[in-house]
């Protein structure tokens, strides 16, 4: 047994330096996490699988009146915070959003829109006491910026118009994007002034075999502003590691995430990237969180394909440390039990580097 604790573990593998074991993570759908309840009698994944990190978020702040954005709905939903009308879609993971800001064309519009306000203390007061937490019980903690800049956006605006905007409406994009970088700029540096060891950042710029957008177009209207985000929160907290999800085929736009500060790379689709390959241009300035597929080993797999899988990227990924095994995305339905506890119980057998 190591006397390494969870958080010291996982910030060693993330910092690309060998830990004592391979960290493992997953995060389950609704009937995933019933199944879960039913066959281990426990209501905690993370402390019964062992995960190494927590994750804290900011509470919802009052909402605006978005009534004069919002059309009647065809379907129930809830209003978020930022004026998403959130409908649940027809699978367990889908979601469909109305846009509140796809009529507006002006920037004195945009300005008179109800954004969120996440500075009043009861948005993110309980940071420091929960970060004190859960490092006391000896597990790293993760603040969250989920859809950082461009899927956030284009959940209020609609991806056509946000297209749209950077050729017909620059100044309509400009001003948008600043405001959501302004917003995320508190966010991170507050996250860093309570102390979280990893702040999660990241947006969906890959489809399954191309990028989503053009490079060219990714570091004009995004690039900058995530690398803002980011130097704000390092001057409170210099050691901070920065953690960048996206989905999908996303190979080109690596070298520039690693040059605006990114040290962990989430969730290396297998589908869309070779997980080994990446590791062996990157590996040297990059950590890897994933890289199990759920388009196709968790679904379709055996419990011994799953095996078989895990221990190949333990031997690839994990070599000399830079691995957090996870599944790519949020476990479905269709996800059987048994490639749960697989993927799990190859870590532990076989992810143990003092072993």
Same mark, same amino acid.
């Given at each position: ?54 994750? !804290? ?6 909402? /605006?009146?978005?009534? #004069?954005? +919002?059309?009647? @709905?065809?379907?129930?939903? &809830? ?118 060891? !990893? ?6 710029? /890959?489809?399954?075999? #191309?990028? +989503?957008?053009? @490079?060219?177009?990714?570091? &004009? ?118 490639? !749960? ?10 992810? #143990?580097?003092?072993?």
């Amino acid at each position: 047994m190591t006397s390494m604790s969870p958080r010291e573990n996982i910030l060693r593998a993330m910092r690309r330096q060998q830990p004592a074991y391979v960290p493992r993570e997953a995060s389950f759908t609704v009937p995933v996490y019933e199944t879960f309840m039913q066959k281990t009698g426990q209501t905690d994944p993370a402390a019964y699988f062992g995960y190494d990190r927590r994750t !804290i978020d900011f509470r919802s702040p009052e909402p /605006g009146d978005f009534s #004069r954005y +919002l059309p009647p @709905l065809e379907r129930p939903g &809830r209003v978020d915070e930022w004026g998403n009308v959130v409908v649940h879609g027809f699978k367990y993971d889908t979601t469909d959003y109305v846009y509140p800001m796809r009529n507006l064309k002006t920037v004195a519009e945009l300005n008179e829109f109800p954004f969120p306000d996440f500075t009043p203390d009861a948005c993110h007061a309980h940071f420091e006491d929960e970060v004190k937490g859960w490092h006391d019980l000896g597990y790293a903690v993760t603040g969250s910026l989920w859809g950082t800049m461009f899927e956030r956006t284009w959940h209020m605006r609609g991806m056509d118009n946000l297209f749209a905007d950077f050729y017909d409406n620059p100044d309509f994009a400009t001003a948008l994007l600043d405001k959501m970088m302004q917003t995320r700029i508190f966010q991170a540096t507050r996250y860093a002034e309570a102390g979280v060891d !990893i702040l999660h950042t990241g947006d969906d710029i /890959g489809m399954q075999d #191309r990028l +989503l957008m053009s @490079l060219p177009m990714w570091r &004009r209207w995004f690039k900058p502003r995530l690398a803002a985000v980011i130097a704000a929160a390092r001057r409170v907290k210099p050691d901070l590691i920065v953690e960048y999800h996206s989905d999908g085929s996303i190979q080109p736009f690596i070298p520039e995430l690693i040059e605006i500060g990114i040290n962990v790379l989430n969730p290396v689709q297998p589908e869309c990237m070779d997980p080994a390959e990446i590791k062996r241009q990157f590996g040297d300035r990059l950590a890897f969180s994933g890289t199990v597929g759920t388009q196709t080993t968790m679904p379709f797999g055996t419990p011994d394909d799953v095996r078989r899988v895990v221990r190949e990227r333990i031997q690839t990924v994990g070599a000399g440390g830079g691995l957090i095994l996870a599944p790519t995305h949020t476990l479905e339905p269709d996800v059987p039990w048994e490639n !749960i506890v697989a993927m799990f119980e190859t870590a532990e057998e076989f992810g #143990r580097y003092d072993a």
